[in-house]
């Protein structure tokens, strides 16, 4: 997005293939013709990302993904003042229909969201789970979370753990967006070379015990596919002062494989 720059932006082909080259294995946007065939020319795995606000916005806007070799949808569903109830059968709409056309529909825990505080997060998959007996597939996006609770690194897990870490470790798509307490987004690297404090800190306090939550509970076949979630400045989450955010995105990818490959034992 917007990237080096608004008005000499890379084409998706070369965006896709870039992306490829820095070792990334799949690539998280929209349904976008364009987007879509330049995954399949890079050999990247299409992760979709939608808003779905009512039952009847879920077949179009899942239809779109059809065809496309995405399997994986992330949901921001409905708003930020839709009641549980309502938005209750606005995810059961996606889930539904998504399964019917292969897909796997995941609702995302983010602001501005019927999700947007723990608190509703975790109503939705209880009101899920009473109506229709069954789990709801969920994204622990944990940086939204993390700055509503104005957590400190020392606590980060601990605190996460609570919030049906059941789920999470079934779940097979996260958001890796580095956070503090109090910035839902923050630097990987300085712009020297050098790791950026925080960025260790979430690394060390979020990204290990997390990952290391997963591998305790997945079965056997068990995939997870983790996106490297950093927006571009401009949109709300990088600051003007942020270093280069793809150098920092590729810099991301290294060090959470790193830990990843530990825990595994590679």
Not at 173 to 187: A, N, V
Request: net charge negative; proline share 5%.
């Amino acid at each position: 997005m917007r990237h080096p720059s608004e008005s000499d932006e890379w084409s998706m082909d070369r965006k896709t293939q870039e992306a490829k080259e820095a070792g990334f294995v799949g690539f998280s946007a929209g349904a976008n013709p364009s987007t879509v065939q330049a995954c399949q020319n890079s050999g990247l795995t299409l992760i979709g990302m939608v808003d779905i606000g009512s039952v009847e916005e879920a077949e179009s806007k899942l239809d779109r993904f059809r065809d496309t070799g995405c399997v994986h949808v992330n949901v921001q569903l409905c708003d930020h003042d839709t009641p549980i109830p309502e938005a209750v059968e606005v995810a059961r709409a996606a889930l539904q229909y998504g399964q019917s056309i292969g897909l796997k529909p995941a609702i995302e825990w983010h602001r501005d969201t019927a999700t947007e505080t723990p608190e509703k997060g975790l109503a939705l998959i209880d009101e899920y789970k009473s109506l229709y007996d069954e789990t709801l597939r969920v994204n622990f996006d944990y940086s939204h979370p993390a700055i509503i609770k104005h957590l400190r690194p020392e606590d980060f897990w601990s605190r996460f753990s609570e919030y049906r870490v059941d789920l999470f470790q079934s779940s097979e798509l996260i958001h890796f967006r580095t956070f503090t307490g109090s910035h839902c987004q923050t630097p990987i690297t300085n712009g020297k070379g050098d790791l950026d404090l925080d960025f260790i800190a979430w690394r060390d306090c979020f990204l290990r015990p997390a990952l290391e939550t997963w591998l305790a509970g997945p079965q056997p076949g068990q995939t997870l596919w983790a996106v490297v979630e950093l927006g571009p400045k401009g949109s709300g989450y990088a600051l003007d002062c942020f270093p280069n955010v793809w150098q920092d995105a590729v810099v991301a990818r290294k060090e959470i494989q790193a830990v990843w490959d530990e825990l595994v034992g590679q």
